[in-house]
């Protein structure tokens, strides 16, 4: 019998007919980027969704981080975190500064009580990342910048949707990162935006992002980061069932935790408390002693029945080559889970009879 394939992840779809409608304006306008209406339109309403005072849209989630450390115009070093995706590292790297790596917790997040061992007078910021949905010690954090005069940058590509004591997750620092890409709970094809504390920081944004115009002056080095129209009208229409969505991914996520929270060997995700959750990851940390198998042979195991699970965040960011020296000894936590930790199938409308049968598989080993 033919197996069913079941992918890591499995991008929210609009009807087709849904999405033609949205784009048809497009013909009337003929405008099909640098800020058209219905660009302009996705930002009030995702201003609204998001809670956020201001925010600005992206190509995609990594220019728009390249392009707030930019904007911030950060130098020195930058406190981070290596268990993140490329993304993170590359974009401190190609903003001419030096990222610095601090330990994690058990929870994925920086470890917020080993920042200032690193913090030197060549430090200008602290660029930390909400993992899988769950987010940082937003409080501590910030308590550290403030003492230390620096700014706070989230990755938050993973935490759409995510609200914590009633505000949302990107009302807190100064600027946060968050990725539309397709493989996201919520996209625009591929896409992102900064949302930000300083309403003043949005004209800088704005020039970094196209390419350092101001008017008819050059102000700086910009880059092109503009998003374009057609991926403002897939942003639209999945906007109007990001809570259904949203609501489908807990259904998965609960009916996980009731089958595996209990396995020995295995660590199920636990998120802080007060936070309104958006389900983005499923991962799992495996101990190799105890559950009887290590990760990379449940993976296979996984993969003989067709069900694709991703080693994510895998390698580490720090063992980029391009480094030329091994940066990982002083995040032996970060390297343990680079190594131990499976992120299973998560998407909306992935079927309970599905998590099920990826469940059995894990169960019998
Ligand atoms: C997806 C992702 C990014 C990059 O976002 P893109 O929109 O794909 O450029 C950055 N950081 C993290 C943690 C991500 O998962």
Redesign the pocket.
């Known amino acids: 019998m033919a197996q069913k394939f079941i992918n890591v992840t499995r991008s929210s779809m609009p009807s087709y007919e849904e999405y033609c409608e949205q784009i048809k304006s497009i013909w009337d306008t003929v405008h099909l980027t640098n800020m058209g209406p219905l660009h302009n339109e996705l930002k009030e309403q995702l201003k609204g969704y998001m809670k956020v005072e201001n925010i600005e849209l992206f190509v995609?989630?990594?220019?728009?981080?390249y392009c707030a450390l930019k904007a911030l115009k950060l130098g020195g070093e930058i406190i981070t975190t290596p268990f993140?995706?490329a993304?993170?590292t590359n974009a401190i790297v190609q903003a001419g500064c030096k990222p610095v790596f601090c330990e994690v917790k058990d929870d994925y997040t920086i470890d917020e009580t080993k920042i200032e061992a690193l913090i030197t007078e060549r430090t200008s910021a602290i660029l930390a990342?909400h993992?899988y949905g769950n987010i940082c010690d937003v409080e501590a954090i910030e308590e550290i910048a403030d003492k230390h005069g620096l700014k706070v940058i989230y990755?938050a590509?993973?935490a759409f949707g995510v609200e914590y004591r009633g505000r949302g997750i990107g009302d807190y620092g100064d600027v946060s990162?968050f990725?539309?890409?397709a493989?996201?709970v919520y996209h625009t094809i591929?896409?992102?935006c900064l949302t930000f504390r300083d309403p003043a920081l949005a004209a800088e944004i704005a020039k970094e992002r196209n390419f350092g115009l101001n008017g008819e002056a050059l102000d700086c080095f910009g880059t092109n980061a503009k998003m374009n129209e057609f991926q403002a009208a897939m942003g639209l229409c999945n906007l109007r069932h990001i809570e259904e969505e949203i609501a489908s991914r807990g259904e998965a996520f609960c009916r996980y935790n009731m089958r595996l929270k209990d396995v020995q060997g295995l660590t199920t995700l636990k998120c802080v408390e007060g936070l309104k959750q958006n389900f983005a990851y499923y991962p799992i940390l495996i101990d190799p002693e105890t559950f009887g198998m290590d990760r990379d042979q449940l993976a296979v195991k996984l993969g003989e029945s067709g069900i694709f699970a991703r080693k994510y965040f895998y390698p580490l960011v720090s063992e980029n080559k391009a480094f030329g020296e091994d940066l990982t000894a002083e995040t032996a936590k970060a390297l343990r889970f680079s190594r131990n930790v499976l992120c299973l199938p998560m998407f909306a409308h992935l079927d309970t009879a599905d998590v099920d049968r990826i469940c059995d598989i894990i169960l019998k080993k």
Request: net charge negative.
């Open positions: 995609n989630g990594h220019l728009a981080l993140t995706f993304s993170t990342v993992v990755d590509a993973h990162m990725s539309f890409h493989t996201k591929e896409g992102g």
